[in-house]
């Protein structure tokens, strides 16, 4: 690796200036994940730490290494919300001024968040409607007013802060992990991980885990080097990048085992099993290790894995849409567009002749608003197995009325829910 990369002496350097002033977050042994893999699965509780997510560890790193000039001038970043609050501790410990620059997709949860944490002494800018539109937004800010830009991933202070999440599960694994399982937004987790595994264990495999609507770390491997995505889908907000850093980008290059992307709908999926079995309320990204670790990773190496639950940060109100999310990529939840013929009992056969017993319509609504007669109904229909879809079509497809399955991947589907 190059010199001027950061390295594992790094984040031993970053866990002795952090010391106490961070959380030593548990590491928990997950029943239902050993299960499903037979082999021990292990959760680092980020989603615990101050501020509910490892990003304190980076930015208090970057931050108490200012000179007295830099503190005196004050620090701005660009952030999703982890971030952001991890600036927002670090500046009102510190007594440093600090701007923070938010994308619109930012959910109200952080933003009183970093409100709480911050004080006084940080202000919050809605600065674009992505993670690099804000961090364009910050930047500018920071040349134009000498204020110093603390980097959420792509800096080798904060990579070394982040290192140290990988540190502390070594120390408290009563047997030492053989896989370790991260989420990947800029690549600042990750970085810092395989730094720190590759110097004291590299025999450990290193995976890194993407959202499939962000998939940056992914994209630029594939390209020979960072590259901008053109869209990204902001749901997993703490992870919606549309490029990762130059210097995360090497370092995963050199010494990441392997990327993958995980969907959204199954990112979901792991959020409800994580609040429902293990208690922990996690956010889009926090989910993104273990959904992973459930469902998408091949045989690993015999021995713990440990995986980072990164966040906690997570708007209740977007509950709603996290169910509804998991309950269309399990199969369990299909939309269709029926046309009825104005004749009597034809919304009866609809029910009698079509659905089965458990098939459960929850939306009926017509998509015109005047002359309804002349147009579909939307209807949601919601089945006890995704093996009742088969069956399901089938007597759509015997019944004399017009009905379009409306696919999950598809515009219209998008326009209409």
């Known amino acids: 690796m190059a010199r001027d990369l950061p390295t594992g002496t790094g984040v031993v350097v970053a866990a002795q200036t952090l010391g106490s002033t961070v959380r030593k977050t548990q590491l928990e042994l997950s029943l239902r994940l ?14 615990t730490q101050v501020g509910r997510s490892y990003k304190v560890r980076g930015a208090y790193n970057v931050i108490s290494g200012l000179s007295e000039e830099e503190r005196t001038a004050g620090v701005v970043c660009a952030s999703a919300g982890n971030h952001a609050q991890g600036v927002a501790f670090a500046c009102r410990q510190l007594k440093i001024h ?3 620059f938010l994308p619109s997709t930012t959910p109200r949860q952080k933003r009183a968040r970093i409100r709480d944490i911050g004080g006084p002494w940080i202000e919050q800018i809605i600065g674009g409607a992505t993670f690099d539109e804000a961090s364009t937004a910050a930047n500018d800010y920071a040349r134009e007013n000498n204020a110093t830009y603390v980097h959420p991933f792509d800096d080798p202070q904060t990579i070394a802060g982040q290192g140290t999440v990988v540190k502390e599960i070594f120390e408290q694994a009563s047997e030492p992990p053989t896989t370790v399982v991260v989420p990947v937004g800029g690549g600042g987790l990750l970085s810092g991980t395989a730094i720190w595994l590759r110097e004291f264990h590299p025999e450990v495999r290193i995976i890194g885990v993407e ?8 994209a630029a491997l594939e390209a020979g080097g960072p590259v901008t995505l053109e869209s990204i889908d902001g749901f997993a907000d703490g992870t919606a990048v549309a490029r990762v850093g130059n210097l995360t980008y090497e370092i995963t290059r050199e010494l990441v085992d392997d990327i993958i992307t995980v969907p959204e709908g199954a990112i979901c999926s792991e959020m409800l099993d994580l609040y429902q079995v293990e208690g922990i309320i996690a956010e889009p990204s926090g989910a993104l290790a273990s959904a992973a670790v459930a469902r998408f990773l091949p045989d690993l190496p015999e021995g713990p ?8 940060n997570n708007d209740v109100s977007r509950y709603d849409d996290i169910v509804e999310r998991s309950l269309v990529y399990e199969g369990l939840r299909h939309y269709f567009l029926v046309t009825f013929p104005q004749e009597p009992g034809a919304l009866r056969h609809f029910l009698d002749d079509v659905l089965d017993d ?8 017509y998509t015109k608003k005047n002359n309804r007669e002349t147009g579909p109904a939307l209807v949601g229909i919601e ?22 399955k409306l696919e999950p991947n598809s515009p219209v589907f998008s326009f209409l829910l």
């Open 34 to 47: 050993s299960g499903i893999r037979r082999q021990p699965v292990l959760l680092k509780r980020e989603d």
């Open 98 to 100: 600090g701007k923070v």
């Open 211 to 218: 959202p499939e609507g962000a998939p940056s770390m992914k």
């Open 305 to 312: 894995i440990a995986c980072v639950v990164s966040g906690g």
């Open 358 to 365: 458990g098939d459960d319509i929850i939306l009926f609504e």
């Open 383 to 404: 089945i006890v197995e995704s093996i009742h879809l088969t069956p399901l079509l089938a007597r759509m497809a015997e019944s004399p009325l017009d009905i379009q």
